[in-house]
Structures are given as C-alpha cells and as structure tokens.
C-alpha cells in the first residue's frame, strides 16, 4: 500500500494528492460498496427488496465491487510487466482470488438478486476501509509529525488513538471475520441449489459457475476448508444420533463420498504446479 502524502504539503494538498491516486479509487469503491449494502438492508428488512432502491443498491454494490477487484487486478498485472515476469498461464491467471471474486462480481451484477450475495464483499469491504482509513486517510489529515524543538532526525509522534483503535479491531476480529465470509459462501451454494431444484430463473448456471468458484476457494483458503470441516463433523453429529432414520446416515455417507470424488476429479494440482496456486488465507 502507497504511503500518504508527505506530511509537509499544505492540508489541502495533501487531500488533493490523496485523491489523485488509483488507491483512492479502490478505497472509494469499497466505501460505494458499504453505503450500498446498508441502504439494501433497510429494503431488505422493510420487504421492499424489489423496489426501484433496492435493485439500484444492489447493482451499484456489485459495480463497485467489479471496480474494486479490476483495479486490484490491473495494478497486479502493471506490477508483472515492470519486473519483466513470465506468463502465468490459464490456470495461474484464474487461480488469483481478485480474479475469482471479480468475475463473480460481474456474475451477481447480471444475474437475478441474491442479497446473501453481497455479504462476502461487504465484510472484505469494512477490512480494506478501515486499513486505509488507518494508514492513509488519518495520516494525510493529521500527519504524524516530530515534537516541537526536536532534532531533524527525531521520531515522529506515536499514532492517533483513531488510527490505533482501528489497527486494534482489524488484528482482533479479521480472522473470525474470514471464517464468517466462509461460511456464508457455503451457506450461499446451499441457496442455489435450493433454487436450482425449483428451476428458478439462471440458477442452473448460478449454481454451476459458483460451484467452481468455490471449488477453487476451497483449493486455496483454509478458512472455507475450516469451515467445511465444521459443517462436516455437526452434520455427522446429527447423523450418528440415537433415533436417526439408518436411510438418512446411507445418504450423508453417500453425498461425503460424492463430494470427495468430486473433490479429487477437480483437483487442480493435477493441471499446474502447487507452488503456481498458492494457498490463501482470504
């Protein structure tokens, strides 16, 4: 992340150059991202998630979401054409996680609304405001700035206690939050299949496209992996209790058996070496 602008600018210059940047633009989508999702929710909870609001929130969320992640993905690709790095391929290309979520991004956009869709995005979203609001904005409105008297080479002033309440929620809850996200993207594909036995409108290729999506989240974060394996143990929780019918223990061991076929069929280690996917813990 660009550091903020020096501290000896004028306040307005410094706010000027800030904006300026291509990070400012990422942080702002992000922000368009939050006030999107927060006005979705009171339609949402007022049963008015069909009105004219509600469907401009939720497509204005997903664009923002599409302009945060594409500006992430270009500037990765400036980055590799500066140093010289050779081509990653297919498989690499499509193994970088702001590639996956953006393509997603752009799925939701244009496909029916699914408001559990936009939790994902808007918890990633508080983490990237609040890291930057902490190492960007605060320090170009209120720079941090060697005492009075001191000598030239004298350390700057500690932190704001803002910028150092922040620092503070984002160490202590980013993990549980990453398990949340996790969980809802499970919770997700469980609504798509929900409205792919229905034959709802697009859910056949929904549920296809996020089916590789979170195929591939699975490949490389330990938090969906995590979160499998609590799903996993409670469901065989339920299963192994005294009074379960014997039909319904044969078809969860049936759909574990299915699921880890799966698993291994689409094992992308198979198509590229491990060290080209690495696995991510977001």
């Known amino acids: 992340m660009a550091p903020p602008p020096s501290a000896n600018l004028p306040l307005g210059e410094r706010i000027l150059a800030l904006a300026k940047t291509l990070q400012f633009a990422w942080f702002s989508g992000h922000l368009v991202l939050l006030l999107c999702i927060f006005r979705y929710f009171f339609s949402f909870i007022t049963f ?3 009105s004219r609001w509600a469907r401009f929130t939720y497509r204005t969320a997903f664009i ?5 992640y594409g500006i992430v993905v270009y500037k990765t690709w400036r980055a590799r054409q500066k140093v010289g790095a050779k081509n990653i391929g297919a498989i690499g290309f499509l193994a970088d996680e702001n590639i996956q979520y953006l393509a997603m991004a752009l799925v939701w956009l244009f496909a029916p609304q699914y408001s559990l869709a936009m939790l994902p995005y808007g918890i990633y979203s508080v983490f990237h405001v609040a890291t930057y609001t902490r190492n960007n904005v605060i320090p170009t409105i209120q720079p941090s700035k060697p005492p009075a008297g001191a000598s030239p080479g004298a350390k700057a002033q500690s932190a704001s206690p803002i910028a150092e309440a922040i620092g503070n929620f984002v160490k202590r809850y980013y993990d549980a ?18 409205a792919a036995i229905f034959f709802q409108k697009w ?3 929904l549920i296809t496209i996020y089916t590789v999506f979170l195929r591939t989240r699975f490949a490389q974060s330990t938090h969906v992996q995590d979160s499998f ?3 996993e143990s409670r469901i065989d929780s339920l ?3 005294q009074g379960t019918p014997p039909a319904a223990r044969t078809v969860w061991e049936a759909v574990k058996t299915g699921v880890r076929q799966f698993h291994e069929a689409t094992d992308i280690h198979k198509y590229a070496n491990e060290s080209a996917v690495p696995k991510k813990t977001h």
């Open 177 to 194: 939050s990453m398990s949340i996200v996790s969980g809802l993207e499970i919770v997700l594909w469980a609504r798509l299949f929900l």
């Open 64 to 68: 923002s979401a599409a302009l945060t």
């Open 48 to 50: 008015n998630y069909s």
């Open 239 to 241: 299963v192994s209790a």
């Open 229 to 231: 394996g609590v799903l």
């Open 203 to 205: 859910s056949w290729i």
